[in-house]
């Protein structure tokens, strides 16, 4: 009888016993990374608009990563139904966080979901040809030089970076913009805006990055 009272003794300090997680010994800076998107510079060889721009992304606990990019925007367009010639150069930079959403966080490969503030001040020049008052003669110019815009928008950003070798990184972002203000000077409706792309298109965008760790 004493015997069987030990055993279920036994078993219940069993029971009792909690199981402890090991504490997260992860270091709170675990580097950063330098990356160079291709998309934007791609665009500008194939397109009259494009942008490059590099991004500085900093590690904490493989878990959060504040980012900054910095990028120059270009855009010369000559449009062969209306006449209008628009251009714009100038730079933006975007400022966030991502955070990444795998299970295992040390793992080569992340995915991460995140968002961006961003912001633009810039100048457009437009030319169109003098237009000619069918009716009473003379003609008035349609053009401008160094009108004043800036633009601030909001993007929400998923992605994913896997390692290809060594510090060697690979990855791609998808983006969604929205607008928050915007100055589009005296004549509105800017053609392009440098970082959020071409007005009236989409608000959907994306790059690939090539990623250096460090």
């Given amino acids: 009888m004493s015997s069987t009272c030990a055993i279920a003794q036994g078993g219940s300090s069993k029971a009792k016993q909690t199981h402890v997680e090991k504490n997260d010994t992860t270091p709170l800076f675990k580097g ?28 904490l606990k493989d878990k959060y990563f504040p980012v900054f990019e910095l990028g120059y925007g270009m855009s010369e367009h000559d449009d062969a139904v209306t006449n209008n010639y628009y251009k714009a150069n100038a730079p933006y930079a975007r400022i966030g966080l991502d955070f990444n ?13 995140g968002f961006r503030l961003a912001a633009t001040s810039f100048k457009y020049d437009l030319y169109h040809p003098d237009i000619t008052d069918p009716v009473w003669g003379g003609s008035s110019t349609y053009s401008a030089t160094g009108v004043k815009c800036s633009y601030t928008w909001v993007e929400a950003v998923i992605g994913i970076d896997a390692k290809i070798w060594g510090p060697f990184h690979l990855g791609w972002t998808a983006r969604y913009r929205s607008r928050m203000s915007a100055d ?7 053609w392009y805006v440098p970082g959020f792309g071409k007005r009236g298109k989409t608000n959907l965008g994306g790059t690939f990055n090539v990623t250096i760790n460090i």
């Fill in 32 to 59: 950063f990374a330098v990356s160079f998107d291709l998309v934007g510079a791609i665009q500008k060889m194939v397109s009259d608009y494009g942008q490059y721009e590099a991004s500085l992304r900093i590690n």
């Fill in 184 to 190: 589009e000077g005296d004549y509105g409706n800017c």
């Fill in 101 to 113: 959403i795998l299970k295992n966080k040390h793992d080569i490969y992340k995915m991460f979901a």
